[in-house]
């Protein structure tokens, strides 16, 4: 079966560095995407990785391995407004994509 | 402002009832996706649409029908709440299948 992993919850402190970890079994891959969404809203885009290697794009940035099916997505200078779940989805050999659970991550003071 | 409009924001219904959720984007996109989200699960697509007048079933499509007359709507439809249904319902869209997706707001629906 097709299969996302992602830790539930994570804490951290205002101003400094996480990593939120997504490990995938799926058939096939077609690329891998992470989302940022706060709690009672959508889902917006932060990150695709089709090629192994590391993408940053101001405070977030995001790696792949496809030969180890990992992803992580790494928050710099953490903010309150950063608060919020991660979501990690890969596109499978058919183009659809598979969603983790996401990883809910706390900010604390 | 360009984006996605989902209706009703919210909706309480009977088991049984036939509701219709409404979808309007107005990007353009040719790529149209329902999901459902509930508690402790990831995003499980629905239904999903490649172009107008095309759809597809995704992981869960039992008791949810669509259609896609044209580019811009993509209206999800149950034909018979069941309580299992209650859940946020999420459309997005995207340029191309390989194209990052965009989200509307959702509709929250509870079956009783």
């Known amino acids: 079966g097709q299969n996302i992993d992602q830790p539930t919850e994570m804490t951290a402190t205002e101003g400094a560095i996480v990593q939120i970890n997504c490990t995938y079994q799926?058939?096939?891959?077609?690329?891998l995407f992470w989302y940022q969404q706060h709690a009672g809203e959508a889902p917006t885009f932060l990150s695709y990785n089709v090629l192994d290697g590391l993408e940053e794009k101001g405070r977030f940035s995001s790696f792949l391995s496809r030969s180890k099916g990992y992803s992580y997505l790494l928050l710099k200078e953490l903010q309150m407004k950063d608060s919020a779940s991660y979501l990690c989805?890969?596109?499978?050999?058919?183009?659809?994509?598979?969603w983790g659970a996401g990883t809910k991550l706390i900010i604390k003071p | 402002i360009a984006g996605i409009t989902q209706a009703p924001t919210s909706q309480i219904l009977a088991a049984g009832r036939r509701m219709t959720l409404r979808c309007t984007q107005d990007?353009?996109?040719?790529?149209m996706y329902w999901y459902r989200q509930d508690l402790g699960l990831g995003l499980r697509l629905i239904h999903y649409?490649?172009?107008?007048?095309?759809?597809g079933k995704g992981e869960v499509p039992d008791g949810y029908s669509v259609s896609r007359a044209n580019t811009d709507d993509f209206p999800l439809t149950l034909a018979s709440a069941v309580p299992s249904q209650t859940s946020v319902y999420f459309c997005?869209?995207?340029?191309?299948?390989?194209?990052?997706?965009?989200f509307g707001d959702g509709t929250r629906l509870s079956i009783l």
């Open positions: 989805a890969v596109r499978d050999l058919d183009y659809q994509l598979i």
């Open positions: 799926t058939s096939g891959f077609n690329g």
């Open positions: 649409s490649n172009t107008a007048g095309t759809t």
């Open positions: 990007m353009r996109h040719n790529a």
């Open positions: 997005a869209s995207s340029q191309g299948y390989n194209q990052p997706q965009h």
